[in-house]
């Protein structure tokens, strides 16, 4: 069947098909996310979504053309969310439907109102392509920061499936790869006009072949240096998240860590990292769990886990901070790090005073944030920019500003929230591009998986595979010199965008 007729067909349909058929194309193409990451389905997926402003009769069918498209994108994207409320099943399940799809609705409104702007636009359907590209992105940059933020699955995570067209992000980020991916997979929707099929394969096959073209030369000059003298031991304890937290379980939980760690080859190693809360004890206060803790310490080494910690007896106000800490041989904390980025729901409840629920996590305090990213001085090791869980997720969130360039990034996290499941591997992606970005190697400790350690051009080194128990043993891949998206940020991006914003203005008259 042609585009043509599809289109007419596609336009043809009104009112309830009409939106269930945007539903599905979104929900569809979210199979070209990690794990499955079926590309192709962008590509039958976007034309449709372009199509309908030609149907769109009024505002309100603008809105709902980006709106319907992306709850469906979003709903399947973010399913894994459901997992973790099944945790605890009897005191939050009644939560999954407005955690999936309510969240998804809120996101998707996002791009509602950016296909009403180009609407409003009255542009011809050339100008639409990078109209809508720019659209997208922005509203994808402002999902990012906008209540606190949620830039989870941009659309330049796709290209998960290719490390050769990521590299991208490490001149544009990953908003000019959403850019650029959004330009790509709107193209085909011209191939519905007649006169359109060179600028068709020039953005929908063309530029994906220059972007792996550059990646491929950017990784051949990139062999993979490592840093003499550190040897990193990961544990992967792959604790049931049930159990995390249970009276009768936690101490058994670190002894567990603690034989891992010690488990053959544990003489070779000079770090050991343990992930997000691996520790249920305040170890900065309790010298006994600490103690035990410094068993998995290396002869001159360091553990790195994650535990929580909180305000000693007597201070007020009281507070908890969910924390990064380096314990020495000697049973001391060399080094805390409090997480800064913290989860709604689930680390604090926004509107406490207003909302009648509880945080999703242990507890019945919200969790306090810290400070501000840091370069992590840690003794024997480079400079570390730590990350714990959910602030992988965040672009230009790795180096602090007016601090040393980190070394590396230490990437600690608890994904046993989301069983097995698409999220995990969603997860890695993510913080595969924050190396990608900053040209900075990566280790990454999950409690049920997916461990890895990263090189500064993204490629996975070593894993430990979602779900499986055992250690991970692996050299520090060397960082790379500054990229021009860790120099700049998003002002390479934001020239993008003002390229995409006067290409459609140029462009404006063109069908």
């Given at each position: 069947?042609?585009?043509?007729?599809?289109?007419?067909?596609?336009?043809?349909?009104?009112?309830?098909?009409?939106?269930?058929?945007?539903?599905?194309?979104?929900?569809?193409?979210?199979?070209?996310?990690?794990?499955?990451?079926?590309?192709?389905?962008?590509?039958?997926?976007?034309?449709?979504?372009?199509?309908?402003?030609?149907?769109?009769?009024?505002?309100?069918?603008?809105?709902?053309?980006?709106?319907?498209?992306?709850?469906?994108?979003?709903?399947?994207?973010?399913?894994?969310?459901?997992?973790?409320?099944?945790?605890?099943?009897?005191?939050?399940?009644?939560?999954?439907?407005?955690?999936?799809?309510?969240?998804?609705?809120?996101?998707?409104?996002f791009?509602?109102?950016?296909?009403?702007?180009?609407?409003?636009?009255?542009?011809?359907?050339?100008?639409?392509?990078?109209?809508?590209?720019a659209?997208?992105?922005?509203?994808?940059?402002?999902?990012?920061?906008?209540?606190?933020?949620?830039?989870?699955?941009?659309?330049?995570?796709?290209w998960?499936?290719?490390?050769?067209?990521?590299?991208?992000?490490?001149?544009?980020?990953?908003?000019?790869?959403?850019?650029?991916?959004?330009?790509?997979?709107?193209?085909?929707?011209?191939?519905?006009?007649?006169?359109?099929?060179?600028?068709?394969?020039?953005?929908?096959l063309?530029?994906?072949?220059?972007?792996?073209?550059?990646?491929?030369?950017?990784?051949?000059?990139?062999?993979?240096?490592v840093?003499?003298?550190?040897?990193?031991?990961?544990?992967?304890?792959?604790?049931?998240?049930?159990?995390?937290?249970?009276?009768?379980?936690?101490?058994?939980?670190?002894?567990?860590h603690?034989?891992?760690?010690?488990?053959?080859?544990?003489?070779?190693?000079?770090?050991?990292?343990?992930?997000?809360?691996?520790?249920?004890?305040?170890?900065?206060?309790?010298?006994?769990?600490?103690?035990?803790?410094?068993?998995?310490?290396?002869?001159?080494?360091?553990?790195?886990?994650?535990?929580?910690?909180?305000?000693?007896?007597?201070?007020?106000?009281?507070?908890?901070?969910?924390?990064l800490?380096?314990?020495?041989?000697?049973?001391?904390?060399?080094?805390?790090?409090?997480?800064?980025?913290?989860?709604?729901?689930?680390?604090?409840?926004?509107?406490?005073?207003?909302?009648?629920?509880?945080?999703?996590?242990h507890?019945?305090?919200?969790?306090?944030?810290?400070?501000?990213?840091?370069?992590?001085?840690?003794?024997?090791?480079?400079?570390?920019?730590p990350?714990?869980?959910?602030?992988?997720?965040?672009?230009?969130?790795?180096?602090?500003?007016?601090?040393?360039r980190?070394?590396?990034?230490?990437?600690?996290?608890?994904?046993?929230?989301?069983?097995?499941?698409?999220?995990?591997?969603?997860?890695?992606?993510?913080?595969?591009?924050?190396?990608?970005?900053?040209?900075?190697?990566?280790?990454?400790?999950?409690?049920?998986?997916?461990?890895?350690?990263?090189?500064?051009?993204?490629?996975?080194?070593?894993?430990?595979?979602?779900?499986?128990?055992?250690?991970?043993?692996?050299p520090?891949p060397?960082?790379?010199?500054?990229?021009?998206?860790?120099?700049?940020?998003?002002?390479?991006?934001g020239?993008?965008?003002?390229?995409?914003?006067?290409?459609?203005?140029f462009?404006?008259?063109?069908?």
């Amino acid at each position: 069947m042609s585009p043509e007729i599809l289109k007419r067909r596609f336009c043809a349909l009104a009112g309830w098909r009409r939106r269930l058929a945007l539903v599905l194309l979104g929900a569809a193409a979210a199979l070209s996310l990690p794990p499955t990451l079926v590309l192709p389905a962008l590509f039958l997926a976007f034309p449709p979504l372009a199509w309908s402003l030609d149907a769109a009769a009024t505002r309100r069918a603008a809105f709902g053309a980006g709106f319907w498209w992306f709850t469906g994108w979003f709903a399947v994207g973010l399913y894994w969310i459901s997992i973790a409320l099944l945790t605890d099943a009897a005191k939050f399940g009644w939560m999954i439907p407005f955690a999936v799809f309510g969240l998804s609705a809120v996101l998707a409104a996002f791009f509602g109102l950016a296909t009403l702007g180009v609407h409003l636009c009255r542009l011809g359907r050339v100008a639409r392509v990078p109209a809508l590209a720019a659209a997208f992105t922005l509203s994808e940059w402002l999902r990012s920061w906008v209540m606190t933020g949620l830039p989870w699955n941009p659309m330049g995570s796709v290209w998960d499936i290719s490390l050769a067209v990521s590299q991208f992000g490490a001149f544009g980020g990953i908003w000019g790869l959403s850019l650029l991916t959004y330009l790509m997979v709107l193209a085909p929707a011209l191939l519905a006009a007649p006169g359109h099929r060179r600028a068709v394969a020039v953005l929908a096959l063309g530029l994906p072949a220059l972007l792996w073209a550059g990646g491929m030369l950017r990784l051949s000059q990139n062999p993979g240096a490592v840093v003499a003298d550190v040897r990193l031991r990961i544990v992967q304890a792959a604790v049931a998240q049930g159990n995390k937290w249970k009276d009768d379980q936690r101490e058994a939980n670190l002894r567990d860590h603690v034989a891992l760690t010690r488990g053959p080859g544990f003489e070779q190693a000079t770090t050991v990292i343990w992930p997000e809360t691996a520790v249920s004890y305040f170890l900065d206060l309790d010298r006994l769990h600490r103690e035990m803790a410094a068993a998995a310490v290396p002869p001159g080494g360091l553990l790195l886990t994650g535990a929580p910690r909180i305000t000693p007896k007597g201070v007020e106000p009281f507070q908890i901070w969910n924390s990064l800490m380096a314990v020495t041989g000697d049973a001391e904390i060399a080094a805390v790090y409090d997480k800064v980025h913290l989860v709604p729901f689930g680390e604090y409840v926004p509107l406490r005073g207003i909302l009648p629920i509880a945080k999703i996590t242990h507890g019945g305090t919200d969790f306090s944030a810290g400070p501000g990213p840091v370069a992590l001085d840690l003794p024997g090791l480079p400079p570390a920019a730590p990350l714990i869980c959910y602030e992988a997720i965040f672009p230009t969130a790795v180096v602090a500003s007016g601090q040393p360039r980190p070394g590396w990034i230490l990437n600690v996290t608890n994904d046993g929230w989301f069983g097995i499941s698409s999220g995990p591997h969603q997860h890695l992606a993510a913080s595969r591009m924050r190396s990608i970005e900053e040209g900075l190697p990566q280790a990454r400790a999950a409690n049920t998986g997916i461990s890895a350690v990263i090189d500064p051009a993204g490629r996975v080194i070593a894993r430990l595979p979602l779900g499986e128990r055992g250690v991970l043993d692996a050299p520090l891949p060397q960082a790379l010199p500054p990229t021009l998206y860790g120099r700049f940020g998003n002002v390479i991006p934001g020239i993008l965008l003002l390229f995409a914003g006067l290409a459609a203005f140029f462009l404006r008259r063109l069908n």
